[in-house]
């Protein structure tokens, strides 16, 4: 069972005219429950004229604090996303999971040096990370490159500003602005000029221990790309879609998905069968059958939906997160997988 927290609204600060920082209380008992690597997310459940909501967000917090912010930027038509920057209050209370996710940042006591590129909320878990970079050691360094339309929308401004003052010569961000051209600020969208003015220019000096991606998919792939030409290895090179999922994509399926598939869920040491059809994705199958499998985004960005298969093939038609070693594992994405066999066993618990 996908177990969530109780957690009331501490402080709601405004940090563009579309994004808001929501920092949230956590009880002395839930302490333990609620620590987390810089880089993670949280879960939120919100019942919304009567939909209930499931949405990610990204931690921004250090993790020395005892408190959790995240920052959450409104969409269009969203549904968590607007009401959270229209309608939430500080003593409001949240239902929240405890922290999960990839994207992570593994502090020592030992000198890192630390390069990140990010645009507009991306900019999120970033803010973790390079806490945590420069709280770890005094000679460790963190260099960013972050991109919006103009400092207006610049979601965190002034605590990257203070992070300046207070690591002078160890933080260093160069924003790049895509629609105002604005003092200390680099004009356009970031691109393969930028990346390399700031990290082969300006820094040509410092050795990198990691390179921090994240922002839109077409960020994600110029920037490694990037990174790869000048030969970074791979394996040095962590990233995070960090695009909106509150409206759900619809999803292609292969040609050949036809047919009934019987499947067997394991969740919380309990099995549930169920038929679903082979067009179907499996975690929406899952779902309408009131099966309280872990889910947040259903857009294939987080990694709460993961299982493994433990008989069966089942396809995914789309994964940014599972490495190719992990596939081969039998670990799936859920909300992007659909059945091609006519039996498929999926364990969320054995990931």
Known sequence: MAHFYPLTIKHIKHLTPSSVAITLSIPKEHLQTFHFEPGQY??????????????????????????????????DGGGFSDYANTKLKEGDILEVMAPEGR????????????AAIAAGSGIT??????????????ESKFVLVYGNKSYKETMFYTDLMKLQLEYANRFFVYFTNSQTKEENSLFGRIDVSTINYA????????TFDGYYLCGPEALITLASATLEENEVPKDKIHFELFTSTEIKEELPVTESA???TQVTVVVDDEEFSLSMNKKEIVLDAV????????????????????????????TMVKNQILTDGEIEEG??????????????????DDV
């Not at 949280?42 to 604090?65: D, F, H, V």
């Not at 294939?300 to 993961?306: A, D, K, N, Q």
């Open 42 to 75: 949280i879960t939120i459940k919100k019942e919304i004229k009567g939909k209930e909501l499931r949405r990610a967000y990204s931690i921004s917090s250090s993790p020395k604090s005892d408190s959790i912010t995240i920052g959450v930027k409104k969409i």
């Open 103 to 114: 994207f992570v940042f593994n502090a020592t006591s030992s000198v890192k040096n630390i």
């Open 125 to 138: 878990p970033i803010m973790s990370i390079a806490k945590a970079v420069l709280d770890s050691n005094a």
């Open 199 to 206: 990290l082969k220019n300006k820094h040509k000096d410092v």
């Open 258 to 260: 036809d047919g009934k």
């Open 287 to 314: 779902l309408k059958e009131n099966i309280d499998a872990p889910y947040s985004c259903q857009g294939g960005v987080c990694s709460s939906c993961i299982a493994r298969v433990t008989e069966g093939k089942a």
């Open 331 to 348: 670990l799936i994405l859920t909300c992007q997988a659909h059945p091609i066999t006519p039996t498929l066993k999926v364990d969320f």
